[in-house]
């Protein structure tokens, strides 16, 4: 019985890897529940909705993070991203990911590549996987950036690290 | 037009009360009115179009946009009516506004942002500006005449220097008015340009201030009828809404420039009005120093 109170639920995407919750403001992860919450708002801030993504991509404390739909319009910023690009969520949103980051990878110069893969990811098509950004028009500063599919409603995450 | 309390609102959005006072700090939505209480007021369709775009969203940036865009929708609809020239439909979607607003904020949000957009489309010298400024002009005044009569020991005479019915400040002046007016306050609005038996009106009417509205006329003429006026009614204090400063600053002698949003401006007149009573009733009030010396002297 004690053994039993120990585990706790987890839920898995459609090819079975495990999916955590975050908070898309203050990207901290809630306690997992065994009923879903009555609320998707953030118990913790309060100021962010809480998504779901691969554990292995889910951005871990204080990691700055975007979150793209399939026009490329930024839908969420995280408070340490805020931070990082000196501009409030309420004044990035529905402006264009490229006013923001700009991709920094000698092997994939153009900014097509990582449009189009943020695209697929958030229209569902593509796969996660990790490449190299910058902020625009700063040169010398480089980001690893993950980018896979979150949600919901589905959308692609870019965590910066 | 339903009204939410704080703790209804924050059920309805299943948040607390605290995140709800958040979101108004930081996103400036849902934005409430106040209760004659100072309490807080939250209009049951902006917290329901929250509510149906936080199930969509991504975040709550997000959400208030969408949001925001779906109240919007009224803006777009009495655009389409008035540049159709279509007059029920123009009714519909006042109607529709005053479903999810106050009066206020109807106007304010709806009313004068659709005919600034027509002027800006067709010109303010156009036939279309001239059908929709009438049409709008219209529904303020009948908007006047169903406020509640006059509840305050409050009179303001509003000197009016626009150019006519189609000058674009008339129709911020005339909801100037409207607001003044479903505040409790005696309104009463003249020309500028006509100075013949003002005082015996202005004697009549006994305003607690005055505010000249609009700039089409010289300043000869403004300082001419304000002259009169204050001749009839003694020093009142004076208040300019949408004056000539608007386009470029310019001295103003000891007269209050309210804010050139019709809600705000009202809001600032009665204020000025009721700090300037309370000054005159700590004016009129005894010091301590006189009411000792009046008691000694009743004591001797």
Known sequence: ?161 | MRTLKTSEAAALLNVSPNTLRAWERRFGYPKPQRSAGKHRLYTHGEVAALRDALQQGLSISSAVSRAREALSTDTHTLVGALAGFELDRADSAMESALALRSVERAVEEVLLPSLDELGERFGTDSAPWAFASRWASGWLRRAQRLAPPPVRRLAILVGDATRSELDPDALAVRAFELFCGRSGARVLALPVGSVSGLSDVVASFAPDAVVVAGHHLADDDVALWAYRVRASAGPLPMTQFRGAHQAAPVRTTGSRILSPAPFAAHRELLAFIDERRGDGDRESAPSVAQVTRTLREAQR
């Open chain 1, 1 to 161: 019985m004690r053994r039993l109170r120990a585990l706790r639920p987890v839920e898995v995407d459609e090819r079975g890897l495990e999916l955590v919750s975050f908070c898309g403001h203050c990207g901290l992860r809630p306690a997992p529940l065994a009923a879903p919450p009555a609320s998707r708002v953030c118990g913790h801030c309060g100021l962010g909705l809480v998504l779901q993504a691969n554990a292995d991509l889910a951005p871990r404390q204080d990691e700055p993070f975007l979150i793209v739909d399939t026009s490329l319009s930024v839908c969420a910023m995280s408070a340490a991203a805020e931070e990082l690009f000196g501009i409030d969520e309420t004044d990035a949103v529905n402006k264009h990911i490229a006013d923001f980051l700009v991709p920094a990878d000698a092997n994939a110069p153009s900014a097509e590549n990582l449009l189009a893969l943020l695209v697929d990811v958030a229209g569902g098509s593509g796969e996660a996987c990790t490449t190299v950004v910058r902020p625009r028009q700063e040169f010398g500063v480089r980001f690893w950036a993950r980018i896979g599919p979150c949600g919901s409603p589905r959308a692609a995450l870019l965590v910066l690290s």
